[in-house]
C-alpha cells in the first residue's frame, strides 16, 4: 500500500527517537519520559492529559493541570523541541459574551485543532457536571470561549481538522456525573460550532477495552480513511486500566469503521504509566505528524500525573491497523 496524506504538513523540529533496536511494537516510547514533570511550577499538583500543536516554528501547547487545591484547569506553554517546555503558572483566561457560560467551575482533558482560520480548543467543561467546552485562539494570547457543545454528562470532545459534507465534525463520548463505567464514541456534526445534531454512532467497547472508549488526538485524514487514535478502558479486579488504540474511519462518513485494531497500541507498562496519582493510565490526547517522512509523535497523559510521549509512522500503523483488524 502507498498510504498518502491528504494534508501532509512538514514539522521540520518533530520530537523522534528511531525504533529501539530490540522492540517490534508499533508505537514506542521515548526513552526521556516522561517529558513534562507532575508540577511545573510550585502550585501543580500534577501535568497530564494534554494538548500539543506546531505553531510556527515551535511548538505550543493547552496543558491540563490540576493544581494543589485539586482544581482541574488549563494553562498555555511553549517549547522549541517540544520536549522541554515552559508552562504559564497562570490559568487561561477565556473571553466571553455570555456570563452563564463564562461561569468556571472546572476544566480538563483539552483537545486543540487548526481548523479552517484558527486554533480550536475543546475540553470536558464542568457546567452543572461535564460537557464539552468549546474555545479558540488566534495568537495563543486571547482565547475566546463558545457555547459548550453539548449537553452534561458528556467529555472527549475531538473536532475534526476540516469540514465533513459542509459542517464542522466532533467525536464526543456521552457518560455520567461521576467515573463513568460506559461510554461509546460519537460523531456530530454543525453547520455553525454551536449547534450540534447529525449524531451518529461510532464506536463502543472492544477487545481488551470492554468498559469504555473515547476519542484522543485530532483526527488525521490519509488516503486509507480518518485514522484514530483513541483511548479505551478495562475493568480490572483493581480498577480501570487506560490504553491507547487505533481505527481507520471513512473519510466522508466517518462513523463507519472501516478497520479497528484488536490489540492496543500501548498500554500502562513503565512506572510513570502505573504510578501515579490515578495507577494505570495511558490517556493520548495530542498527534502530530511530519508530512514529509510520516514520522508520529504521540503526546500522551500517564497516571494522571504527567505527560509522555511516544513514536510511530503513519504508514506502518495504518498498516499494521489493517493487519490487525478486528474482523
Ligand atoms: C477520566 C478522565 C481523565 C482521566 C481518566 C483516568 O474519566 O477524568 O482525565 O485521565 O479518567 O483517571
Not at 184 to 213: F, L, N, Q
Amino acid at each position: 500500500m502507498t498510504l498518502q496524506l491528504i494534508h501532509p504538513t512538514p514539522i521540520l523540529n518533530l520530537p523522534w527517537e528511531e525504533r529501539p533496536a530490540d522492540s517490534s511494537d508499533i508505537v514506542w516510547r521515548y526513552s526521556h519520559n516522561p517529558v513534562i514533570p507532575r508540577r511545573p511550577f510550585p502550585s501543580a499538583n500534577s501535568t497530564f492529559n494534554s494538548a500539543v500543536i506546531p505553531y510556527q516554528d515551535h511548538f505550543v501547547g493547552i496543558f491540563r493541570i490540576d493544581d494543589t487545591r485539586r482544581v482541574m484547569n488549563l494553562h498555555f506553554g511553549s517549547s522549541q523541541d517540544g520536549l522541554s517546555w515552559q508552562i504559564d503558572p497562570q490559568t487561561i483566561q477565556f473571553q466571553c459574551n455570555e456570563a452563564e457560560i463564562a461561569r468556571f467551575q472546572y476544566r480538563y482533558d483539552p483537545r486543540l485543532c487548526w481548523l479552517e482560520d484558527r486554533y480550536y480548543i475543546t475540553w470536558c467543561n464542568g457546567y452543572h457536571g461535564p460537557t464539552i467546552g468549546v474555545g479558540y485562539t488566534h495568537d495563543f494570547k486571547t482565547f475566546y470561549q463558545l457555547e459548550n457543545a453539548f449537553l452534561p454528562f458528556n467529555r472527549n470532545g475531538v473536532l475534526f481538522p476540516r469540514r465533513i459534507n459542509g459542517k464542522y465534525a466532533m467525536f464526543s463520548r456521552p457518560s455520567d456525573n461521576g467515573h463513568t463505567p460506559f461510554g461509546d464514541i460519537y460523531y456530530s456534526e454543525s453547520p455553525d460550532m454551536a449547534h450540534w445534531g447529525h449524531h451518529r454512532w461510532v464506536m463502543g467497547p472492544g477487545s481488551w477495552c470492554y468498559t469504555k472508549v473515547g476519542a484522543g488526538p485530532i483526527p488525521i485524514e490519509t488516503s486509507e480513511g480518518w485514522l484514530m487514535i483513541f483511548h479505551g478502558v478495562l475493568t480490572s479486579c483493581n480498577g480501570y486500566v487506560y490504553s491507547m488504540g487505533a481505527a481507520l474511519l471513512d473519510l466522508e462518513q466517518p462513523w463507519r469503521v472501516m478497520y479497528r485494531a484488536a490489540p492496543y497500541l500501548l498500554s500502562p507498562q513503565m512506572i510513570y504509566e502505573c504510578v501515579g496519582d490515578v495507577p494505570n493510565v495511558v490517556f493520548p490526547c495530542a498527534a502530530l505528524l511530519d508530512g514529509d517522512t510520516g514520522r508520529m509523535a504521540i503526546y500522551y497523559g500517564a497516571a494522571d500525573t504527567v505527560v509522555a510521549l511516544a513514536f510511530t509512522r503513519v504508514n506502518e500503523l495504518v498498516d499494521w491497523i489493517k493487519i490487525n483488524a478486528l474482523p
